[in-house]
């Protein structure tokens, strides 16, 4: 019997999850809708080899826009070349993959007014049964029930330079730019020998986002590195949440029997924002599942993102000094005393699989904060204050 799935929002996550599904179960009829004209956005996510499994890895690899054998990290106290590869995939070229795999199952300028577990309804008042309902429409602009948030915030501008820019491979983190308004860096991905993408990125108290100054930002930061801007190639911004403080049982009510996928679930790194390996996993694991009924994913994925969010305590702990133990120019201090651990911590940081030695070696050392006031931080309680919110919606990297 043809069982029917209908995926709401074109994100990554239900983009990932409508390829697995066409891969492995060929029994199941999907449909991906889509509010906007094309999926995904106007963004860039972004990966380390191994922040997925060997088996994830394989068909998440051929997805990749870009590859790099290596990355680079810059804080004003130390500079640092990490050995590992490192990928990346545009908005651009997941619809391509999509709509080449999926076809006339995907519906874009589509959006759903209504959803329930066993079908949702378009406007206009179409309506579409289905067996299976996934919401992966994302936070939107409101600061969710359960959940403290701050933000990281980006504007990136992709670049073709009059010369080759002579990189070898990303920079994830230059922070040696002007730290005055909190922890910012730059980030840069050299897609080719003369195509940059370079983002001005903030962690910020609010989601603001200033667009006018950061692109100012991107155009004194190509100049500083002596690169003569030809033409501008594309822009994208992003408000990622940052978390602090977390209760899924206001997050995601049991009473909301609709399955979510994405950041709507809560599923991405509560530090870095990264989404890829959280996104893949979920879309490996939910074909294999034998009753791909509602009533049946929608607690099997609640009880992954219990998992998850008990898994990543020790991230929030250390947003909690980011954010509220430590000075705003100052807030470098706590990443670039990340930076002096182990290779293998660190790829194992953004995976989100610490192990209790590593949570210990992370949190150890000189504190990069006064220890009176990281102290106040360390229980969630001391966080419990009103979200702020988010002034757009929250794409993710």
């Known amino acids: 019997m043809t069982r029917s799935v209908v995926l709401v929002g074109g994100g990554l996550a239900n983009c990932?999850?409508?390829?697995?599904?066409?891969?492995?179960r060929p029994d199941v009829s999907v449909t991906l809708l889509e509010s906007a004209s094309c999926l995904g956005g106007k963004h860039t996510w972004s990966w380390h080899g191994t922040d997925v499994t060997p088996a994830v890895g394989a068909w998440l690899l051929p997805l990749a826009s870009y590859s790099w054998p290596h990355h680079d990290v810059r804080f004003p106290g130390r500079s640092r070349r990490l050995p590992g590869s490192y990928h990346s995939l545009t908005s651009e070229h997941l619809h391509e993959v999509v709509m080449r795999?999926?076809?006339?199952?995907?519906?874009?300028?589509?959006?759903?007014?209504?959803?329930?577990?066993?079908?949702?309804?378009?406007?206009?008042?179409?309506?579409?049964?289905?067996?299976?309902?996934?919401?992966g429409r994302g936070l939107g602009a409101e600061v969710p029930a359960g959940v403290t948030l701050r933000y990281q915030k980006f504007l990136g501008q992709r670049l073709r330079l009059a010369e080759p820019h002579g990189m070898t491979g990303p920079l994830l983190m230059d922070a040696t730019v002007s730290q005055e308004q909190g922890y910012r860096f730059v980030y840069v991905l050299p897609?080719?020998?003369?195509?940059?993408?370079?983002?001005?990125?903030?962690?910020?108290?609010?989601g603001t986002?200033?667009?006018t100054v950061l692109r100012q930002h991107v155009a004194g930061y190509a100049a500083d590195r002596g690169?003569?801007?030809?033409?501008?190639?594309g822009e994208e911004t992003g408000v990622l949440p940052?978390?602090?403080?977390?209760?899924?049982?206001?997050?995601?009510?049991?009473?909301?029997?609709?399955?979510?996928?994405?950041?709507?679930?809560?599923?991405?790194?509560?530090?870095?924002?990264?989404?890829?390996?959280?996104?893949?996993?979920?879309?490996?694991e939910l074909p294999r599942l034998t009753d791909l009924h509602s009533q049946a994913v929608a607690p099997w994925i609640r009880r992954r993102v219990a998992r998850r969010w008990r898994e990543q305590r020790v991230f929030r702990l250390l947003n909690r000094m980011l954010f509220l133990a430590a000075a705003p120019a100052e807030r470098y201090r706590i990443l670039q005393h990340f930076y002096r651990l182990p290779e293998s911590v660190i790829n194992r940081f953004y995976a989100g699989a610490l192990t209790a030695m590593d949570i210990s070696r992370v949190l150890s050392g000189t504190p990069p904060v006064p220890v009176h006031r990281a102290l106040r931080y360390v229980l969630p309680s001391s966080s419990r204050s009103p979200g702020i919110a988010a002034t757009q919606k929250a794409p993710v990297r």
């Open 16 to 24: 990932l999850l409508g390829l697995r599904l066409r891969a492995l």
């Open 209 to 211: 986002l200033e667009a």
């Open 242 to 284: 940052i978390v602090l403080d977390a209760t899924l049982a206001r997050f995601w009510p049991v009473a909301d029997e609709v399955p979510r996928s994405g950041l709507r679930a809560g599923l991405f790194h509560h530090t870095t924002g990264y989404s890829v390996p959280e996104a893949a996993g979920l879309a490996a």
């Open 191 to 206: 897609f080719t020998a003369t195509e940059v993408l370079i983002e001005d990125t903030y962690y910020s108290d609010t």
């Open 101 to 135: 795999t999926l076809g006339d199952r995907v519906r874009l300028d589509a959006p759903v007014v209504a959803m329930a577990p066993d079908g949702v309804t378009l406007r206009g008042g179409e309506q579409l049964k289905a067996d299976l309902v996934v919401d």
């Open 227 to 233: 690169w003569q801007v030809q033409a501008l190639l």
